[in-house]
């Protein structure tokens, strides 16, 4: 069996479902790691894997959330994320998805999700149909 990229970025999904689920479940003490999340005029995209995409118009800045899975909200004020250029998906809504990065050739995939789900033109990139 081979390694590509459609197999990493699989890899990737699974492991940032487990990882969302871990950060949200309320696991009683357990450590859990965050998934990269960042906004972009009000909506907030969570990181969907290494995905090959092709890049449409730069959209403006998107800005890192905090990580909210130390229970420890209010204890301290946030900081301010750090911020990133957001572009355009091809043929993918910036309400659904956006790419993330400084530069186009370091882009990250980003996509809306509800119960770490996400939305059916996603995930066809992300399965590769």
């Known amino acids: 069996?081979?390694?590509t990229r459609r197999s990493a970025g699989l890899l990737a999904?699974?492991?940032m479902v487990t990882?969302?689920?871990?950060c949200t479940a309320g696991s009683g003490g357990a450590e859990a790691s965050c998934v990269a999340r960042y906004a972009y005029q009000d909506v907030t995209y969570q990181d969907a894997g290494d995905v090959e995409i092709t890049l449409g118009e730069k959209l403006g800045v998107a800005t890192e959330s905090p990580c909210?899975?130390?229970g420890g909200r209010g204890e301290s004020e946030?900081?301010?994320?750090?911020?990133?250029t957001a572009y355009e998906v091809d043929?993918?809504?910036?309400?659904?998805?956006?790419?993330?990065g400084d530069r186009p050739e370091t882009v990250r995939f980003f996509a809306v999700?509800?119960?770490?789900?996400?939305p059916p033109e996603v995930?066809?990139?992300?399965?590769?149909?």
Do not use: C, H, N, Y
Request: glycine share 6%; hydrophobic share 40%; no cysteine.
């Open 78 to 84: 946030e900081q301010p994320g750090s911020t990133a």
């Open 19 to 22: 990882s969302v689920a871990a």
């Open 123 to 129: 995930r066809k990139l992300i399965d590769g149909s």
């Open 68 to 70: 909210e899975d130390t």
């Open 113 to 118: 999700s509800s119960d770490s789900e996400f």
């Open 13 to 15: 999904a699974a492991a």
């Open 91 to 100: 043929g993918i809504s910036p309400k659904v998805a956006i790419a993330v």
């Open 1 to 3: 069996m081979s390694w």
